[in-house]
């Protein structure tokens, strides 16, 4: 008996530490409705959840209908004709064995009919209510379509402006691109999924994909853990923190292990350390895109690699619904992998509210370019707009303009102007700058001669029209810049000239002998350091979208004043990239103002003589345009900065003020910014880091004292042994309107 009851024992033993070691493994997986349904689905059910297929362009095909019957589509994507999808809701509801909704998924990144200046653009605004904004409408838009699923925000570091994709970044700072990231998942998503007009959110793409080798999208990427940890992940930990409901998984090979199948990003960093509980999906194809790597033998490899890596639903590619279920077979991956995925896709389908109601209104109700959403695109276009220069006070236009001729193959481009990712943009809202300074001023006020047909062209026949036409005017605006087609996915260039006769237009133009201003609309920095000597302003407006004319037009009159700031650094030249502001000192820094330039180095000059610092001979080290800058038509006067806590312990707070005053003639509003350097670190450390910004409206005249309070652990970073720590010592602090502020003081961390 004693035997057989120690026996008992045991077993009970094994079977509670199995439930407990079950449970605490899988204690999230705690929603009994979730659960009881799991218990129910097949193999095959589960791994259809997993599965995410492209749309058929507003039909449904009977092999779809069969498919989404046998529970074999989890997720569709590209797909926006409402009444294809109300059409496969049905069918998943109601006929399919039991009644899991669709997830449907759309690259909604800057607009859904209504289209905002491309992410690049909004960064510049450095205004997270205004993005904010933008997201909620562009979620709303979509969700009318039938839409559930954005696969944004973007927010990849983007230092390399020849990467096409920088267009859809926020630049190159991870506070910047933190602020605005969560702002777009907080717009999107609302403040609860099931609500209408809440649509689901995907931070993307995890992780490192903007650090491309040569600004090539899709190319390797080589990142350090401590330069990863401290660069490149904290857009994507923020959004996390920010309730972000899905991760899309990268394209790139990161240091050797494709993004899709690396378990230290999608495992330890992403579950066991952030605790995330949404679900991943992999970029487009990139589970079997590591085939490609060399990193998988064949698609079987691929999705086992995939999967336990931690890549819940497979977009596109049929890996998983190929070969999981050997996988399972072969005791090479176990079924619980699957449980825990689809736990996770079910919640969010949950969340969203699809098993009650995953239908949308078909009837062709007002649901796009309403005015409030036409009027939020115009601010967020306003707000854009980088002035760069205006000398001479050229902008804004005064009375004794009579004749503006507009000029440029960007004036009058409906369809250029909206930029990358626009799938469903509706060109026929836009508003160009042509259209709206004739609006604006009157059809005879306004002149107009192309000059080139497009951005890329190369023939000149225009040119004499052009240049008469601006022998005509008061003043000439002319446009320039990209198509759309230049920047975005893929739309990598190695020079970053204006593209075709564009350069020789301006030239052309200048020889009137009018006032030029230049207005830019692109999908990355330009190297325009050339032809902007031509010209008395310049206006850098990015692609700004469907209202991108309106808000020209209200900046150049004096309607709106500019108050955008550069999100990313502006090269003088596609040599100097790599180049950032948050770059390490190196142990020789070059002194800006004292390098000679290539032109001027004294014949037979000795090798030494030019000093050994870190810059080029022929550009030197400054960019053309630093990060964090932008003039306003008035001008603003930094004073008075003040640290009111030259000593703080770890733990503490540090608090900084300065007294801005408006000095100049117009109500401006300006970006007040703060950055810090720590001096010493246990690895190297920024000669200045983004801690944070204000936006600050004054009048003429007026001043106001801004205070910035930030915490010590605002300051923590990675160090040797990969522990987020803030180390005592000196630093720097700065307060200013760019990131080249020399307003400087400073404290001591103790
Ligand atoms: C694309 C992009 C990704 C996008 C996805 C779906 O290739 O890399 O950003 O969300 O496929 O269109």
Redesign the pocket.
Known sequence: MKHFFSLFAMGMFLVLTGCLKQNTEEQWMNDPKILDLIQQMTLEEKMGQMHQISGFGGQVPDNLKQDIIDGKVGSI?NEVDVKAINEIQRIALEESRLGIPVIIGR?VIHGFKTVFPIPLGQAATWNPELVKKGAEVAAKEAWSSGVNWT?AP?IDISRDARWGRIAESCGEDPFLTSVMGVAMVEGFQGDDLSADGSILACA??FAGYGAAEGGRDYNTTLIPENELRNVYLKSFHAAQQAGVGTF?SG?NDLNGVPATGNRFLLRKVLRDEWNFDGFVVS??ASVTEMISHGFAADPKEAAYKAISAGVDME?TSDSYKNHVKELIEEGKINERLLDEAVYRILKIKFDLGLFNDPYVQEEDQNRFALPEYLEAAKQAAVQSMVLLKNEQQILPFTSSINKVAVIGPMANQKYEQLGTWIFDGDSDLTITPLEALKSELGESKVLFSEGLKYTRSKDKTGFSEALATAKKADVVVVCVGEEAILSG?AHCRASLDLPGAQNELIEEVSKAGKPIVLVVMAGRPLAIGGVSKHAEAVLYAFHPGTMGGPALADLLLGVANPSAKLPVTFPKAAGQIPIYYNHKNTGRPVDPNAWTCIDDIPLNSYQTSLGNTSHYLDLGFAPLYPFGFGLSYTTFEYKNLKIETPKVKLGGDIIASVTLENTGNFVGEEVVQLYIRDLVGSVTRPVKELKGFERVQLKPGESKKVSFKINTSDLAFFNPEMEEVTEPGEFHLWIGGSSDTNLRTEFVVE
Request: glycine share 0%; proline share 0%.
């Open positions: 994507l690259d696969f973007m993307k793409h899309m394209f970029d487009w977009m996915e």
